[in-house]
């Protein structure tokens, strides 16, 4: 293990999010072994949420594999262990609003969490199963949602809502 990555797992020890993806593993029933690079891999992850194939908890990767299943694909672990190191650089759980915040945004500049997600692309799309999603405007999309929360009916007022007599 090189510096860098001794410190990402001292970092993410220390900043409780590596012992918060041990207890997950726990609560999960995921059996844990040690991996290459201070990573911790949490096999057979159950829970119907998140979706993912694989995601990470500190340095803490769990997969949906069983546990004596083959190995995980190489790339796929690089891109969960760039998410290990962005814990580390986001002072460990603070992460995880900072990662849905990116993926509210991606969703609603392309309609899927990943695309558009800060995160998501400095670990590699493609690595992690992504796809690229067109980006689209902005402006229909934010008009589109407030007609859904307004409501069917509320474009403008009648004379009766308003306190008015009809003409």
Not at 65 to 87: F, K, M, N, V
Not at 122 to 130: D, F, H, N, Q
């Amino acid at each position: 293990m090189n510096t860098w990555e001794r410190t990402r797992e001292v970092a993410n020890w220390l900043n409780l999010s590596t012992i918060s993806g041990l207890a997950l593993a726990l609560a999960s029933r995921c059996p844990v072994a040690r991996g290459e690079r201070g990573i911790l891999h949490a096999r057979n992850y159950t829970p119907a949420w998140p979706r993912a194939g694989a995601f990470t908890v500190g340095n803490v990767v769990f997969f949906r594999t069983p546990p004596h299943g083959p190995e995980p694909d190489p790339r796929l672990l690089a891109h969960e262990e760039t998410h290990s190191t962005q814990y580390a650089l986001c002072l460990g759980l603070p992460f995880l609003p900072l990662y849905f915040a990116a993926a509210g945004y991606s969703w609603l500049r392309t309609s899927d969490p990943a695309s558009r997600n800060i995160f998501e692309r400095a670990a590699g799309l493609r690595a992690g199963g992504y796809r690229e999603a067109p980006v689209r405007k902005l402006a229909p999309v934010l008009a589109a949602q407030l007609r859904r929360i307004r409501g069917p009916g509320t474009g403008t007022p009648s004379a009766a809502s308003t306190g008015g007599t009809p003409t």
